[in-house]
C-alpha cells in the first residue's frame, strides 16, 4: 500500500526473542495505529500514537511496547515473544485508516 | 460495552447482488467504515457514512441509519473478484475504531 511500509513481510521466532516490527509512512499523518488480526476474532487495536511523541494503549497492549520518537515511524516490539502473539500484525496512517501490507509473525 | 456484529459468510451468484449487514452498539459514534480484504492482503477502504441515508460508489453503495445502529453494504453485479471479507468498524466517542470480524462473500459462477 502506497505510503506506509512494513517490515519484515514475515518472521518465525522462538519464544523468549524480543523481536520489533517496523512501520514507517511517507504521508506525514499524525495518527498511526498496530493492530493483529486473528481467525475469527477480527482486528484489534494493540497501541496507536495521535502525533509524535506520544502513544495510547487500545485493546490488547500487554506484552507489546511502540515509540513515536518521529511523525513517520512507529515501531512495535514484543519484549519477549510468547506463541500466543502469532498473528498478523497490521500498521495503519490516518483517516479513514490506510493499512500497511502486513507482518505474518509466528512464534515458536 | 461496544460491539458489531456482521455474519460470518455469504454466498452469492455472480452478477447477482448481495447485502452485508452490520449493526453496532458503541460508546459513542463518529462514523462507519467498510473495508475490503482479500485473503492473504490488508484490508482496503471501501466507504465511510457518518449521516443516515444511502451512499453510492458504482457497483458498492453503503447504507446507515443511526437510530437502529445498523449498516448494509450493497454489492451489485457481482464479480468473481468481489470474493473476499467485508469489515465493518466503527469509530466511537473517541475516534478509535471497533471492529467486526468480517464477513467472508462466496462468489460462484
Known amino acids: 500500500i502506497a505510503g506506509i511500509t512494513q517490515a519484515p513481510t514475515s518472521q518465525i521466532l522462538a519464544a523468549g526473542r524480543r523481536m520489533t516490527l517496523r512501520c514507517t509512512q511517507d504521508m506525514r499523518h499524525n495518527a498511526m495505529y498496530w493492530y493483529r488480526q486473528d481467525l475469527g476474532l477480527g482486528l484489534r487495536l494493540i497501541h496507536y500514537?495521535?502525533?509524535?511523541?506520544?502513544?495510547g494503549k487500545g485493546e490488547v497492549p500487554d506484552g507489546y511496547s511502540v515509540s513515536r520518537a518521529n511523525t513517520d515511524d512507529f515501531p512495535l516490539t514484543l519484549a519477549s515473544a510468547v506463541p500466543s502473539q502469532t498473528s498478523v500484525y497490521f500498521c495503519n496512517r490516518g483517516q479513514p485508516q490506510h493499512f500497511g501490507d502486513g507482518t505474518r509473525l509466528s512464534i515458536l | 460495552g461496544q460491539n458489531i456484529d456482521q455474519p460470518t459468510e455469504m454466498t452469492a451468484t455472480e452478477g447477482a447482488i448481495v447485502q452485508i449487514n452490520c449493526t453496532y452498539q458503541t460508546s459513542g459514534f463518529n462514523g462507519l467504515f467498510w473495508y475490503q480484504q482479500h485473503a492473504g492482503e490488508a484490508p482496503t477502504f471501501l466507504s465511510y457514512n457518518v449521516l443516515d441515508g444511502l451512499e453510492e460508489k458504482g457497483r458498492f453503495s453503503s447504507f446507515l441509519s443511526r437510530s437502529k445502529g445498523y449498516s448494509y453494504l450493497l454489492l451489485k453485479e457481482l464479480q468473481m473478484k468481489d470474493s473476499a471479507s467485508y469489515l465493518c468498524?466503527?469509530?466511537?466517542?473517541?475516534?478509535?475504531?471497533?471492529w467486526g470480524a468480517g464477513t467472508k462473500l462466496i462468489i460462484k459462477p
Open positions: 468498524a466503527v469509530s466511537d466517542s473517541n475516534y478509535q475504531l471497533i
Open positions: 500514537s495521535n502525533t509524535a511523541g506520544t502513544t
